[in-house]
């Protein structure tokens, strides 16, 4: 018998693609878009929420019979906090650096609405074993966006990937730079992220026809 | 008084909430269909911004920096509870919108029919939250700039989804490639206006002495000339040699 049954290997790969959280649920857009001008920030960040929702959904799928409905969002505002705490202070510990450049989108990632709307639509309904497939299925969603807008901006930006020059060097005029091209510095300012997005979710509604909107 | 003005136009203009450093994204992206809920949600958020971002200063300058608990007594000068900013800071965020739903219901009937549905909405906005975090980052030193940073810091956020409801409701009209429709085109007309709110960002730059600074611009611009045409032999040395080897 496989590890997962269909229905629950449809969890984590619908969200990759046809239900993905930022490109079709238009869900934790923000931090997105601020910290993938390197693809570094961008795995970090994919990993960070990963780890949040995953386990975030564990812990609201085993207490949601107990949660007076009243004051539920307090009560997952409380538990991503406490994640977003220990993530935060991980990365304080071991990557300084790393989240010097993250600053406030860590914490922000307590207000990321693709936290909040699963624990809303799937954890509060759902045993603990879905809810953290699901968790994981969406943070991949999320974070496989992340890393292909990184992917874009740090290569056409600044002509490295994590860091290391992957196009020659822009200085000494070696490898594609001899031929006279420049990298776009475009890509580095933050409405780039936008725009980039915004030419994802053109290529995906495109290939898709199903998911275009009505006008 | 300058550095009010100051902090203002900066807030509103340079580090414009949405344009700037993305925050609130969701809901300027999901509630912008029309310029009447849009308005409705701008107040909402300005209102929410102006009250917790100095509640959330008044928390960090006396509970939270390393040191601030002093005022309780000499033992407590080594503690540094700043890893608990981000509970504190989101459980004052819920508190306060759940009170000012609370006080505005009773008091003001009209306001809460048009604020309500937006409010518990709120609590989850990233802007709100950041306008903490970013508040305690910059480390803003007196309670009534953390009043006038929330407030124009929700004044920003209020105009550019004003702005893009306005062009939403337009664009309707046009005929934008099927599958840019909806959230595609608002992608990237948000990032055009982005571009567009990048240009503020010469505006200020907090300099009080003009003359030297343009005589030390002048001095640097030539400096930089020297250096550029420099390299510039070295690349043409480069490209002779290269000439030589293809040879």
Not at chain 2, 52 to 63: A, E, G, H, K, R
């Amino acid at each position: 018998m496989p590890v997962l049954s269909k229905k629950e290997s449809k969890l984590i790969l619908d969200p990759l693609a046809d239900n993905n959280p930022i490109t079709i649920q238009v869900l934790g857009i923000c931090s997105a878009l601020a910290i993938t001008a390197e693809l570094k920030a961008s795995v970090v960040m994919a990993v960070s929420v990963l780890f949040v929702l995953g386990f975030g959904n564990v812990v609201i799928s085993l207490m949601r019979n107990m949660i007076p409905s009243k004051i539920r969002i307090i009560v997952q505002l409380i538990v991503v906090a406490t994640l977003v705490i220990v993530v935060d202070q991980t990365l304080k510990a071991f990557a300084y650096e790393l989240s010097k450049t993250l600053s406030v989108f860590v914490g922000l990632i307590i207000t990321n609405c693709i936290i909040m709307g699963r624990f809303e639509a799937f954890a509060l309904g759902n045993g603990p074993w879905r809810s953290f497939l699901d968790g994981i299925g969406n943070a991949l969603g999320y974070g496989v966006i992340l890393v292909i807008v990184g992917f874009f901006r740090e290569l056409l930006g600044s002509g490295t990937l994590f860091g290391a020059p992957v196009l020659g060097d822009p200085i000494a005029k070696t490898g594609l730079y001899a031929f006279g091209y420049e990298n776009n510095g475009f890509m580095i300012i933050p409405p780039a992220a936008l725009i980039v997005v915004g030419i994802l979710i053109w290529v995906q509604r495109a290939k898709n026809p199903l998911l275009i909107e009505e006008a | 008084m300058l550095e009010h003005l100051e902090l203002f136009f900066k807030s509103i203009f340079i580090d414009n909430m949405v344009f700037a450093v993305f925050l609130g994204m969701c809901s300027y992206l999901a509630v912008s269909k029309k310029v009447a809920t849009a308005v409705g949600l701008g107040f909402a958020v300005i209102f929410v911004l102006a009250v917790t971002v100095p509640l959330n200063w008044l928390l960090d300058q006396y509970i939270l920096q390393p040191g601030a608990l002093t005022w309780l007594g000499a033992e407590y000068v080594d503690y540094d509870l700043s890893f608990l900013s981000f509970i504190l800071f989101i459980a004052t965020i819920a508190t306060m919108v759940q009170l000012v739903e609370i006080v505005v219901e009773k008091f003001s009937p009209s306001l809460y029919n048009s604020l309500g549905i937006f409010l518990p909405l709120i609590a989850v906005n990233c802007a709100i939250l950041g306008g903490s975090l970013f508040m305690q980052a910059r480390e803003i030193p007196s309670l009534d700039l953390a009043f006038n940073y929330g407030l124009s810091s929700g004044i920003g956020w209020f105009l550019a989804i004003l702005a893009i409801a306005a062009i939403r409701e337009k664009i309707r009209y046009s005929a934008v490639p099927a599958p840019l429709r909806g959230l595609g085109i608002t992608f990237i007309i948000t990032g055009l206006m982005g571009i567009g709110f990048q240009s503020f960002g010469g505006m200020l730059t907090g300099d009080n002495e003009p003359p030297i600074a343009v005589e030390e611009t002048v001095v640097k611009i030539e400096e930089s000339q020297k250096e550029e045409k420099e390299p510039k032999k070295e690349s043409q040395d480069d490209q002779k040699e290269v000439i030589a080897g293809i040879n």
